[in-house]
């Protein structure tokens, strides 16, 4: 098998999954139970939150577990929306943001907050003149992911923290779900308020995923119950899956020292060899992440493709996961202004450190003979 399709999901690490199993099986206590064994559990909580906040150089009061990116974000927008709505209710995202950070947004706009969602230009990056200019006094929150799911542009997320935090009233959240363990980001810059992550896209398990709360910020729950978590995110704490994704996140970014060349170097092989093909039109920018690369192909149907690879064994994806089976015209690419012979056949290949320079070579080959093989079946 060629595996092609990891911004969507990643194969967990077998260390990884050793590690939810030892935890299942030997610290299923609850971690609030008084007694000595949910003492244990407790211990063991909190050990894997000070090796998270170590790997992201911050707190670990500042780190709250969840189920997973969507939650995070969520929590991220709905709670600094709803705790501080008395002092503004407007907020500033991006068209081109993953649908949980747009839903979430639209959800308020319909409860009378005001948003603008910025524009990209045709390489899916913001206009900083733009944000600057869309930043009012009732202003309260910009939320902009680091790393786009479906086109690899990483956003200028330093510059646009350079400016919040001339706004004492402004909170920053960033999506860094595609960007964690490729893309590095400095949680210690003052103006990065608040911060989601991912288990699943850097071969941990599904189900868990961390919102980085910058000390001093301060957010409306969207939950209430037991107080887990200083009752931002109450709920008895998924302990297996926390444990594992802190295994996940020390293996990864470790990876990162040492791969990323390797992530380029793959990137560069796909780039060169699909660009030869007159039918392959590259999406993703040059300077985008290494480990996403979105193409089309015009007049070939993306799950008449992706259904032809599936059948050699080869994975890959229209779009995000999250969307993937809505329209069939890719709203990241629209938003870029791209033309219909572009939105309308949009391909995303996302690599891991685990792809080998063999499979994107085999990947790239049967990929073109698939092509000739639908342009027969289409004369």
């Excluded at 479906?150 to 909170?171: C, M, R, S, Y």
């Excluded at 810059?189 to 001093?216: A, D, E, N």
């Amino acid at each position: 098998m060629i595996y092609l399709d990891n911004s969507a999901t990643t194969s967990p690490y077998p260390e990884v999954l050793e590690s939810f199993r030892k935890v299942s099986e030997s610290y299923y206590g609850n971690p609030s139970s008084i007694h000595q064994f949910g003492g244990e559990a407790e211990k063991l909580l909190h050990k894997a939150t000070k090796q998270a906040a170590n790997l992201l150089k911050v707190d670990s009061s500042e780190l709250i577990f969840t189920s997973g990116g969507t939650e995070s974000n969520n929590l991220a927008i709905k709670g600094i929306a709803l705790q501080h709505q008395n002092r503004g209710r407007h907020i500033i995202t991006t068209q081109i943001e993953h649908p949980s950070v747009l839903e979430a947004c639209q959800a308020l706009e319909s409860h009378g907050f005001d948003v603008t969602y910025l524009s990209v230009d045709a390489e899916g990056k913001i206009d900083m003149e733009q944000l600057k200019n869309e930043i009012r006094d009732d202003t309260i929150l910009i939320s902009v992911m680091h790393v786009n799911n479906e086109l690899g542009t990483i956003q200028p997320i330093k510059q646009i923290a350079d400016i919040v935090i001339k706004h004492p009233k402004l909170f920053f959240h960033v999506d860094h779900v595609q960007g964690l363990g490729k893309i590095s980001l400095d949680f210690t810059h003052p103006g990065i308020h608040l911060c989601s992550m991912s288990s699943h896209k850097i071969h941990g398990l599904k189900g868990t995923g961390l919102l980085y709360i910058q000390s001093g910020t301060t957010l409306s729950p969207l939950l209430h119950g037991g107080g887990q978590q200083s009752s931002t995110r109450p709920g008895t704490e998924n302990l297996a899956g926390i444990v594992a994704m802190v295994k996940a996140m020390r293996l990864t970014f470790e990876k990162q020292k040492h791969g990323y060349g390797h992530l380029i170097k793959l990137s560069d092989i796909i780039r060169n060899l699909l660009q030869k093909d007159d039918r392959i039109m590259i999406n993703t920018p040059r300077d985008g992440a290494p480990h996403i690369l979105n193409i089309s192909v015009p007049k070939f149907k993306p799950e008449v493709v992706i259904h032809a690879l599936g059948k050699k064994n080869i994975f890959i994806s229209t779009k995000s996961a999250c969307s993937s089976k809505h329209s069939d015209e890719s709203a990241v690419l629209a938003a870029c202004g791209l033309g219909m012979e572009r939105t309308h056949y949009g391909l995303r290949i996302s690599l891991s450190y685990q792809n080998t320079e063999e499979e994107v070579r085999q990947f790239c080959k049967e990929f073109k003979e698939v092509l000739d093989e639908l342009n027969e079946v289409m004369r």
